[in-house]
């Protein structure tokens, strides 16, 4: 009988701080209304008591909701929360049809190759992947991490977000990091916004499951309504065209919106608490609703830098009530690379591949056909720099790569990593330092 399989995507950014003067900047920032910083203009704002436009004062009372203002401002605080998500005594609040337990998945960011951190971010590489898959690792829950990226804005601003992924290499740079000095890669992804064509052909090489359609009924009315001075229509969370009926798509080579032949799919994702494109119960009911003929699909959105636990008891009580009103029809928590599967139907595939380097020469045979066009090639060279370059495809299965002088020299390497995903999901990942005598490949499968 065909389910609703419930995923969480946790944007996993780590510490944000939240002061005074940051709330008012935004203000300024947002409708060009300078206010003096203070908490007595705070709570009139927040009362709606302040002096200003009716359409001013009734948005700026839904971005002061003290759900978006209290955020944990350092590690230490985040750290209380995050131990206590992944305890018992948390998750067994939260069952599921099958008796089980919450899942989160934890898409994960990682803030590099910026000139000024206004919001205290923690910089740095695998600073925040670092954090979270200790407790990944640690217990049994069946979450999992995964990636989320933000596009490098031009003015360098660690609290800014960009459309251009190709403005900076830094989501090259973060993925060879990841396999190289973590034994890691993605199988999903989740954007910060919209998705443009040249984050759109990226994923498209190596990532299987995304989770970008924010798509929502009467999408341009509100998006209209939610504008800002600072904001351009069409700008953020650009979904329009896309299902939002809950369905699974696979995108066009020019618009990712709209369903073509690429082999990615992609999902619907609302948030949690928000002031836009929130999940509410009329989604909930149109999910179960679908999950009657088709197993579906509904996944949620939210940042671990603000309280987790007052977004997932807003989200299960919506579920609990539309639950009752569907009561053949079962839900159960899933992370994101099980539920594409139960709702696609994908068909379990073994993932190994044969590597050898043979003279100056990379080999590279993969048991079966893997998801992309080529597996991922990570280089760490002796300089400490972190490189990938593209393979010579020989067939589906088979690939090479030359180190010589129009590439990059063996002698001047210190690490090569090999990543991909297969058809079903599955990741495996290779890494050797070939400056060791009798060199193996550690090995890294997953999903």
Same mark, same amino acid.
């Given at each position: 009988?065909?389910?609703?399989?419930?995923?969480?995507?946790?944007?996993?950014?780590?510490?944000?701080?939240?002061?005074?003067?940051?709330?008012?900047?935004?203000?300024?920032?947002?409708?060009?209304?300078?206010?003096?910083?203070?908490?007595?203009?705070?709570?009139?704002?927040?009362?709606?008591?302040?002096?200003?436009?009716?359409?001013?004062?009734?948005?700026?009372?839904?971005?002061?909701?003290?759900?978006?203002?209290?955020?944990?401002?350092?590690?230490?605080?985040?750290?209380?929360?995050?131990?206590?998500?992944?305890?018992?005594?948390?998750?067994?609040?939260?069952?599921?049809?099958?008796?089980?337990?919450?899942?989160?998945?934890?898409?994960?960011?990682?803030?590099?190759?910026?000139?000024?951190?206004?919001?205290?971010?923690?910089?740095?590489?695998?600073?925040?992947?670092?954090?979270?898959?200790?407790?990944?690792?640690?217990?049994?829950?069946?979450?999992?991490?995964?990636?989320?990226?933000?596009?490098?804005?031009?003015?360098?601003?660690?609290?800014?977000?960009?459309?251009? &992924?190709?403005?900076?290499?830094?989501?090259?740079?973060?993925?060879?990091?990841?396999?190289?000095?973590?034994?890691?890669?993605?199988?999903?992804?989740?954007?910060?916004?919209?998705?443009?064509?040249?984050?759109?052909?990226?994923?498209?090489?190596?990532?299987?499951?995304?989770?970008?359609?924010?798509?929502?009924?009467?999408?341009?009315?509100?998006?209209?309504?939610?504008?800002?001075?600072?904001?351009?229509?069409?700008?953020?969370?650009?979904?329009?065209?896309?299902?939002?009926?809950?369905?699974?798509?696979?995108?066009?080579?020019?618009?990712?919106?709209?369903?073509?032949?690429?082999?990615?799919?992609?999902?619907?994702?609302?948030?949690? &608490?928000?002031?836009?494109?929130?999940?509410?119960?009329?989604?909930? &009911?149109?999910?179960?609703?679908?999950?009657?003929?088709?197993?579906?699909?509904?996944?949620?959105?939210?940042?671990?830098?603000?309280?987790?636990?007052?977004?997932?008891?807003?989200?299960?009580?919506?579920?609990?009530?539309?639950?009752?009103?569907?009561?053949?029809?079962?839900?159960?928590?899933?992370?994101?690379?099980?539920?594409?599967?139960?709702?696609?139907?994908?068909?379990?595939?073994?993932?190994?591949?044969?590597?050898?380097?043979?003279?100056?020469?990379?080999?590279?045979?993969?048991?079966?056909?893997?998801?992309?066009?080529?597996?991922?090639?990570?280089?760490?060279?002796?300089?400490?720099?972190?490189?990938?370059?593209?393979?010579?495809?020989?067939?589906?299965?088979?690939?090479?790569?030359?180190?010589?002088?129009?590439? &990059?020299?063996?002698?001047?390497?210190?690490?090569?990593?090999?990543?991909?995903?297969?058809?079903?999901?599955?990741?495996?990942?290779?890494?050797?330092?070939?400056?060791?005598?009798?060199?193996?490949?550690?090995?890294?499968?997953?999903?």
């Amino acid at each position: 009988m065909p389910s609703l399989y419930i995923v969480i995507a946790v944007d996993t950014e780590g510490p944000l701080e939240e002061k005074l003067k940051d709330t008012f900047q935004r203000i300024n920032d947002y409708y060009a209304i300078n206010i003096n910083p203070s908490i007595k203009n705070l709570k009139n704002l927040q009362n709606g008591n302040y002096k200003i436009p009716k359409y001013e004062k009734e948005k700026i009372k839904e971005i002061l909701n003290p759900h978006f203002l209290n955020t944990f401002s350092n590690w230490k605080e985040l750290n209380k929360q995050t131990k206590f998500i992944f305890s018992k005594k948390f998750r067994k609040n939260y069952i599921d049809n099958a008796n089980k337990e919450i899942i989160f998945d934890w898409y994960c960011l990682d803030h590099i190759n910026f000139k000024t951190n206004p919001r205290k971010r923690d910089l740095g590489h695998h600073k925040v992947y670092d954090k979270y898959i200790k407790y990944v690792n640690k217990n049994n829950f069946g979450d999992q991490m995964q990636w989320h990226f933000h596009p490098i804005p031009f003015n360098l601003k660690a609290n800014s977000t960009g459309n251009n &992924i190709n403005f900076t290499s830094s989501h090259i740079e973060i993925l060879t990091r990841k396999i190289i000095d973590r034994n890691w890669f993605p199988s999903s992804f989740r954007p910060t916004s919209s998705i443009r064509t040249d984050l759109n052909l990226f994923l498209e090489q190596w990532i299987p499951f995304d989770l970008s359609n924010s798509n929502i009924k009467n999408y341009e009315i509100q998006q209209r309504k939610n504008s800002r001075i600072t904001s351009v229509y069409g700008l953020d969370n650009d979904s329009r065209g896309a299902p939002i009926d809950w369905s699974i798509y696979n995108p066009d080579v020019l618009d990712t919106r709209k369903k073509g032949n690429l082999k990615r799919y992609i999902g619907r994702c609302l948030n949690v &608490i928000s002031y836009n494109l929130a999940i509410n119960e009329k989604e909930v &009911i149109a999910a179960f609703q679908r999950s009657k003929k088709h197993n579906t699909l509904l996944s949620v959105t939210l940042h671990d830098f603000r309280n987790i636990t007052n977004e997932v008891n807003h989200l299960f009580e919506i579920i609990k009530k539309v639950g009752h009103k569907f009561p053949n029809q079962k839900f159960y928590w899933s992370n994101t690379v099980n539920a594409f599967r139960k709702c696609i139907g994908l068909r379990k595939q073994q993932i190994s591949a044969k590597i050898k380097i043979s003279s100056n020469i990379l080999h590279i045979n993969s048991k079966n056909k893997i998801w992309g066009f080529q597996p991922f090639l990570a280089i760490q060279t002796k300089m400490n720099e972190y490189i990938h370059d593209n393979l010579i495809p020989d067939s589906e299965t088979k690939w090479r790569y030359s180190f010589d002088k129009e590439s &990059i020299e063996l002698k001047n390497i210190k690490k090569i990593g090999i990543a991909f995903n297969n058809l079903y999901g599955s990741t495996i990942v290779y890494v050797a330092d070939i400056t060791k005598n009798n060199y193996k490949w550690k090995v890294n499968k997953y999903n």
